[in-house]
């Protein structure tokens, strides 16, 4: 359950309508609004958050300072950037970063507040343009079939899982396995799969036909 978003961003205008649109879609959740990555890294020093949207160009900083400092403080905060910038480079150091999810603030607001709804589900939000980019990059750069057919059977159920938004814990309880087993099982899936983030597990358990069946016997 979402209960605390954080929520960077250094424009004003963005920043509320950010702020507006989580409160519509979570029902209110607490909301911490900051416009610099001084006072972003602050706030984690104060509170737990459950989601964080995060801007990558700031004026004092990288945003993707922000998701490193999550990932290894707070990893169960779901990070997600929300910015202008959609380079190759940007993406791939969001996602390398620890971004479980990438939107453009250029996308139309219905799109947005879709791909926030399905964050609820589980599902990674990807811009059209970001996935597409993704894609592109793993077609070009991906690993090969062979790579991932050397996961084992375990591997490849926790993977389907944590593509799917499940936490360490819950993973852990539908298995009936100790979350440092699972947590070995995953560091194996990102080494052999070559990826360091959710959203990198989402797009290779889809590539696998892990994410069309139902769920977990």
Do not use: W
């Not at 209960?3 to 309508?17: A, K």
């Amino acid at each position: 359950m979402i209960e605390r978003v954080l929520i960077l961003e250094d424009i004003r205008q963005s920043r509320e309508f950010l702020a507006a649109m989580v409160a519509r879609i979570l029902n209110s959740p607490d909301i911490v609004k900051e416009a610099s990555l001084r006072g972003a890294e602050h706030a984690c020093g104060r509170h737990k958050f459950d989601l964080a949207l995060v801007d990558l160009g700031l004026p004092d900083g990288d945003g993707t300072t922000l998701l490193r400092k999550l990932t290894v403080e707070q990893p169960g905060c779901i990070c997600v950037v929300t910015t202008v910038m959609a380079t190759d480079s940007t993406i791939v150091g969001a996602l390398a970063a620890g971004a479980q999810g990438y939107l453009l603030k250029s996308d139309p607001e219905p799109l947005l507040e879709h791909h926030l709804r399905l964050l609820m589900d589980g599902v990674p939000p990807l811009s059209p343009q970001i996935a597409r980019r993704i894609m592109q990059h793993f077609q070009l750069t991906g690993p090969t079939h062979e790579v991932e057919t050397k996961l084992t059977k375990r591997e490849t159920e926790v993977l389907r899982l944590i593509a799917r938004g499940l936490r360490v814990s819950e993973v852990a309880e539908a298995f009936g396995l100790a979350e440092s087993t699972v947590i070995t099982h995953i560091k194996s899936v990102y080494r052999k799969l070559e990826i360091s983030s959710r959203a990198e597990a989402a797009l290779h358990a889809s590539r696998l036909g892990l994410l069309s069946g139902g769920a977990t016997d």
